[in-house]
């Protein structure tokens, strides 16, 4: 035990923090990440991504907190993407070019400038990178706010979201507003990705929705067992990777700690790569082998 | 005979400003089987998007029960063209069933005994049990089709609009549909309105014919519509019918259109 739990972890106080608002974005990340994943939106999530780097960036620039950079950015271009349809494919080839790119291009002038004017290198690295241990607690009353809300958000709408990734014209048939359905959802998935970039960094944020998710779906076959499935899988590597964060302080090179992204990252990446190992094939390979016939039922 | 279900009065419907469909007018009644015939390309999609009220129309109505239809109609049950759906959708046979009932609700539902046993009563319905644990991915397109079916019964429509559910399925998946479908029509009194470009598939069991072409319609008992006068005023050109060993071709003039052509090779597919 005193191996695992170096001297000083139960007691320190930006480990409370780390750990509590650890687990709430896990969860929301990986429960809003089953629907992103369902919905082959990943792309959306990487895009909202590389935008709330800018505006974390640019909070940092003018000395705010970056969560609300993050955020503000990741609404507005969730908001920008639901007006052109980006979601669309063709639309998609567009934005991935031009806006990604500037956006990241400002977010290097952002970082460039924050840093000569307050000689913080590390700002740079918190943005991109994260670190759970440096969170203020004035910041996450906020936090657990849009961790709720994001999360009550997907919950409200889980069944819709369902129907309407089966098929969006069964959906509108039966009365559902597909389409502010779908704005509903991305916004849910703006203030995840913010929140995700708040622990593991803007860039690595997609880790933490996509990965769980994409995990479960692979080891659950329906949504409910997902989904548990796919918490469980983020709070699992949030938790141990700031285990292994608090106890990197004591590995070499000594006296600084390792990143947590990295180990959170790795973890979730590792337990993807484990759902190879299974014995039996995934479902791709299986339905691709299979003919389009199936044996004769008799009608009943 | 009862009351018409479903009344279509001189429906026009123009996309992109091109009058696709011109004074269409029909009727559909309780538990009649019946075949909306035509060539791929003709607009069957289309008139069942407008019976669906996906599709707006530029002239004319559309009556449920001689009112204009709802926002949102539980009456009508829909089994859209084949889904593409990806094996690792989270969604078991069961649960794509169980959203027949309530997928159009917010707010989350707690698991229920009676709720199991419709949705088992269902997939039996459409020999479809086998398989209810089952991703919906991973299965064949018949047996997706079975389970769409389950999916829109579930609700207890009284009609139920397929759109091409036969495409694509080998012969024995085929004929299973058809006879899930003709039972329903007949036991459970439900009108079903079913799209198909080879209509020999159902002519054991289609009481009525909706052929479409040209962006018109001729209605009627399929042996009144399947002729070679009533067709080739709707192509607007000579076609023959040829009925051989039960089965029936609708052959256009080798001169003739694309699109005459395009009828000829899909009742061409031998059998």
Known sequence: ??????PGFFSSGPVHIALAV?????????????????RGQSFAGHSLADIATTGGSGAFLIGINQFWGYLAFGAGAAAFMEMIGIQRRRGRDVAT????????GLAALFLYLGTEFSSTTGASFTILFGSMFVITSSTVPALLASALLALATVVVLARVLLLSSLSPDIAAARGVPVRAVGAAYLMALAVSVALAAVIIGAVLSTALLIGPA???LRVAKGPVLAIVTAAGIGVAAIWIGIVLAYDSFYWPPSGR???????????IVGGYLLTYLRRDRPAAAVAAERPDAEQVCSPA | MSADLLRLDGVGVRLGGREIFHDVSFTIRAGEFTGLIGPNGAGKTTLLRVILGLQPVSAGSVLIDGAPRAHRDASIGYVPQKLSIEPDMPLRVR???????????????????ARRELVDEMLTAVGAQRYANSRVGELSGGEQQRVMIAHALISRPRLLLLDEPLANLDISSEQGIVSVLARLARAEG???????????????????????????????????VVQPEVLSRLYGQHVDVIRVHGRVLVVAAPDGTDHEAA?????????
């Open chain 1, 214 to 216: 994409a995990t479960a």
């Open chain 1, 257 to 267: 700690g390792w990143p947590v992204s990295f180990f959170v990252v790795t973890l």
């Open chain 1, 22 to 38: 650890g687990t709430v974005i896990a969860v929301t990340s990986a429960v809003v990440g089953v629907f992103t994943v369902t």
């Open chain 2, 263 to 271: 009828a000829a090779e899909d009742a061409e597919i031998v059998r």
């Open chain 1, 1 to 6: 035990m005193r191996y695992i739990f170096e």
């Open chain 1, 97 to 104: 070019g031009v806006v990604l790119g500037a956006a990241l």
């Open chain 2, 95 to 113: 649960d794509v069933v169980s959203l027949g009932v309530d997928g159009h609700k917010f707010g989350i539902r707690l698991p229920s005994r």
């Open chain 2, 190 to 224: 439900i009108a079903v309105l079913l799209s198909a470009h080879d209509m020999n598939p159902l002519m054991p069991v289609m009481d009525r014919i909706i052929y479409v072409a040209s962006g018109r319609v001729a209605v009627g008992r399929t042996d009144e």
